[in-house]
């Protein structure tokens, strides 16, 4: 059974700009969440994602938005990009959202 | 607002010894508390998950117990080896629909070959 894919790797960006990471869940797993991790921070929760309704939200301010598709696979958004959004942003998935988490690899985001 | 407490931040061990780890949150009325190992530059990998009516679970090497009323959790990890370094993290979610869950800033284990 294939984990949880996210895609790209690694991105390296400027500030002012977008960028869209994107999320595979585990075969049959209906949430999906978002997490924000820094040195400083440490994991941080953005969103989470059921059955394509947005069921919870961090405290990050409106830059940052996600969408979840009918099979299950979700993106997220960050626009008008600032150096302090250089983190590693973990995606998670999981059969009804309260149970055991399987996370990807995540996608490391460079602003410079 | 769950505050989830890890402490230390660090610890190095030789290998052979027998660990814990502590994890410490504020509102005891939770749903589960979950513990995760992290390698560097990696993804997490859940290692346990307790749900609020159990004491404790087991995974090999690995025993992790929930007091609730004191607001506290241990990973326990036996006859530790170098292969075991990597950061530990627990996470806790309230009971109440769509909760969200609640890191710890995790501890990072060194096991000295």
């Known amino acids: 059974k294939a984990g949880v894919t996210q895609t790209p790797r690694y991105l390296i960006k400027t500030r002012g700009q977008q960028v869209t990471l994107s999320c595979s869940p585990i075969s049959g797993h209906r949430s999906v969440s978002w997490y924000q991790q820094t040195p400083g921070q440490g994991l941080q929760f953005l969103f989470e994602y059921f059955s394509e309704t947005q069921r919870n939200k961090g405290n990050f301010p409106g830059r940052f938005s996600g969408r979840q598709f009918s099979n299950s696979r979700s993106e997220m958004n960050v626009s008008t990009l600032e150096l302090g959004d250089s983190a590693l942003y973990l995606c998670?998935?999981?059969?009804?959202?309260?149970?055991?988490?399987?996370f990807g690899s995540g996608t490391q985001l460079s602003v410079l | 607002k769950q505050e989830v407490t890890q402490i230390p931040a660090a610890l190095s061990v030789p290998e052979g010894e027998n660990l814990v780890l502590n994890c410490s949150f504020t509102?005891?009325?939770?749903?589960?508390l979950q513990w995760f190992r992290q390698d560097p530059g990696k993804g997490l990998t859940s290692l346990l998950l307790i749900q609020s009516s159990q004491r404790e679970q087991t995974s090999g090497r690995l025993n992790a117990s929930l007091d609730k009323s004191s607001g506290r959790s241990t990973l326990y990890i036996a006859a530790s080896q170098p292969g075991d370094s990597a950061t530990y993290l627990c996470?806790?979610?309230?009971?109440?629909?769509?909760?969200?869950?609640?890191f710890g800033k995790g501890i990072t284990l060194s096991v000295r070959p």
């Open positions: 996470a806790v979610r309230l009971a109440g629909a769509n909760s969200k869950l609640t």
């Open positions: 509102d005891s009325a939770i749903y589960n």
């Open positions: 998670a998935s999981s059969l009804d959202g309260r149970g055991k988490l399987f």
